[in-house]
C-alpha cells in the first residue's frame, strides 16, 4: 500500500490550496469529529471487465482527518479508511491491472460520497458513484484557484439534487445509457464559474474511427456503463472517439485511438 499527504496537495496545487484546505479543516474541527474508521466496499466489475482482465488492483483516493487527500491501493474487496466526517466527502476507487499495463488513469473509476453512500461504517462504492465522486474532486480543485469571484466549494454543493437528476429521466438518452459519455470537466468548469445547470449535462462530441479487428472481441470501452463490442478478425471496427481520444480492450491488448487514428498494444506476455 501506498499513502500520500499533503505533499502531493501542495506540488498540483499550491499554498492557495492549501488555504481552502486549511478552511475545510478548520471548519470540520468546530463540528461532531470523525468517525475513526470505515470499510470502503469496492463495486463488483461488470461481467466482461471480469472475463476480460480478471480480479483487480483498486487505487483509492478520499479526504482524511487533516482535510487533504490521501491514497492507498489494494486488491482486497474491503479497504479501512480513516476519512472527515462532518461534511459530504468522495471516496474515489480506480481498477487498473499492472500485469496488463493497464494503469489507474485508463477505466473509469467506482465511487461514493459520505454520507449518502455509508451504512454503519461501511462505504458501499458504486459505478455511479463514480460519477458523482468525480465532480466532487473537480470542484475541490476549482475552489482551491477559482476560475472567478467566490470559490464554490463541492461539501455546499446540492448533491442529493444532483444524484436524483443522474437517476431520473431528464438528461439527454445517450448520457442515460453512458453517464461517462458526457463531459464532466468542462461541466465542472461551468459549475465552477456560475452555478450548476441540468441543461450543461449533454453527450461529448464523438466521431467513428474504423479500425481493422487484429483479434477477435469483445472489446470493451473504459466506461462500465458501455456495451462490448464483438467483430471478428478481418471485420473492421466501428469505434466512437471523443476529442481528448479513446481507449478500448480485449482479451488480448487494447487500442488507443485518436479521431484521425489509432495503436494497438498487446498486453504483456
Excluded at 209 to 214: D, G, S
Aim: glycine share 10%; charged share 20%; aromatic share 14%.
Amino acid at each position: 500500500m501506498h499513502k500520500h499527504g499533503m505533499g502531493g496537495f501542495q506540488r498540483r496545487h499550491g499554498y492557495r490550496g492549501i488555504l481552502v484546505v486549511l478552511f475545510f479543516f478548520l471548519s470540520a474541527c468546530a463540528g461532531e469529529g470523525f468517525d475513526p474508521l470505515y470499510q470502503v466496499e469496492f463495486p463488483p466489475l461488470p461481467p466482461t471487465w471480469q472475463r476480460i482482465l480478471g480480479p483487480p488492483h483498486w487505487r483509492v483516493t478520499w479526504i482524511g482527518p487533516e482535510g487533504t487527500w490521501e491514497t492507498l491501493e489494494t486488491t482486497q474487496r474491503l479497504l479501512p479508511i480513516r476519512l472527515l466526517s462532518t461534511w459530504t466527502t468522495p471516496v474515489i476507487a480506480y481498477p487498473y491491472w499492472p500485469e496488463r499495463g493497464i494503469a489507474p488513469d485508463i477505466l473509469r473509476p467506482g465511487g461514493g460520497l459520505f454520507p449518502f453512500d455509508c451504512e454503519n461504517t461501511r462505504i458501499r462504492l458504486s459505478w455511479r458513484g463514480g460519477v458523482e465522486a468525480l465532480v466532487y474532486r473537480e470542484l475541490a480543485a476549482h475552489a482551491a484557484a477559482p476560475p472567478r469571484g467566490t470559490p464554490r466549494l463541492p461539501h455546499y454543493f446540492n448533491w442529493p439534487r444532483f444524484r436524483a437528476l443522474l437517476e431520473g429521466p431528464e438528461l439527454p438518452e445517450v448520457v442515460r445509457q453512458d453517464l461517462w459519455s458526457a463531459d464532466w470537466k468542462g461541466i465542472c468548469l461551468k459549475i465552477a464559474q456560475s452555478g450548476f445547470d441540468r441543461r450543461r449535462i449533454v453527450p461529448r462530441s464523438r466521431a467513428e474511427l474504423p479500425v481493422p479487428v487484429p483479434y477477435s472481441g469483445p472489446w470493451i470501452g473504459t466506461s462500465p456503463f458501455g456495451e462490448p463490442v464483438y467483430e471478428e478478425p478481418g471485420k473492421v471496427l466501428r469505434l466512437l472517439v471523443s476529442e481528448q481520444g479513446d481507449t478500448y480492450l480485449s482479451p488480448e491488448g487494447m487500442l488507443r485511438c485518436t479521431q484521425d487514428t489509432w495503436m494497438w498494444i498487446p498486453f504483456p506476455e
